[in-house]
C-alpha cells in the first residue's frame, strides 16, 4: 500500500514546486514544445473561491500557468503581522495541487519584478484591483512582445474579508 510520502499523486503536485534556478530548464523545456506562458503572482494566503476563479481564468490564457508566490517575510510586509496564515511550504502545496497551476516559484522580495524577467512570460496577469499602468513588469513584458491581462474579482471574495468573518465569529 502506497504511503502519503510515494503517492503518484503527491509526486506530481511536489514536481510542480520550483526553485528559481530550475526555472530557466522548465521554460526551455515548455517553449521548445511551443507553450504559451502565462505568468501571475501573489500571497494566495487562504485559498478561496475568488482566487480559485482567478487562478482558472488565468490559466485559460495559455498553454502553462505560472504563479509567482510570496515567501513568508514577503508576506508579512505587504500584509501585516499575523500573516501569513500559512507558510509558504504550505501555500506552495495548495496552489501546486490545483490543476489550473503549472508551476509555484517562490520569490522574497517585495514585488516580483525579478522573477518576471526570468520568466519572461508571454501574458502577465494581475486581479482587477490594478490597472495595467500599476502591474510590476507590465513593462517589461510589452516591450518583449507580451500582453498584460486584468481579471475581474470574484465579487465578495477576499482573504482579508474571510479573516475578519472568523473573528467576528
Not at 502506497?2 to 515548455?30: D, F
Not at 500571497?43 to 482567478?54: M, S, V, W
Not at 496564515?85 to 519584478?113: I, Q
Request: aromatic share 8%.
Amino acid at each position: 500500500m502506497p504511503t502519503p510520502e510515494n503517492t503518484a499523486c503527491l509526486a506530481r503536485i511536489n514536481s510542480k514546486i520550483a526553485n528559481q534556478p530550475q526555472v530557466l530548464e522548465i521554460l526551455n523545456t515548455w517553449r521548445k514544445q511551443g507553450a504559451n506562458i502565462v505568468f501571475t503572482n501573489g500571497c494566495f494566503d487562504i485559498l478561496h473561491r475568488g482566487h480559485l476563479e482567478y487562478l482558472a481564468t488565468a490559466a485559460d490564457l495559455g498553454s502553462r500557468l505560472i504563479v509567482g508566490l510570496n515567501e513568508d517575510a514577503s508576506v508579512t510586509r505587504l500584509k501585516g503581522a499575523g500573516r501569513p496564515v500559512n507558510t509558504y511550504a504550505d501555500r506552495a502545496f495548495a496552489l501546486a495541487a490545483l490543476e489550473a497551476v503549472s508551476m509555484v516559484v517562490p520569490f522574497g522580495e517585495d514585488t516580483p519584478e525579478k522573477l518576471i524577467q526570468l520568466v519572461r512570460p508571454d501574458i502577465l496577469v494581475k486581479g482587477g484591483d490594478y490597472t495595467v499602468e500599476q502591474i510590476v513588469g507590465a513593462g517589461f513584458v510589452e516591450e518583449n512582445g507580451g500582453k498584460v491581462v486584468v481579471i475581474n474579482f470574484t465579487e465578495g471574495y477576499s482573504t482579508t474579508r474571510f479573516l475578519n468573518r472568523i473573528k467576528e465569529g
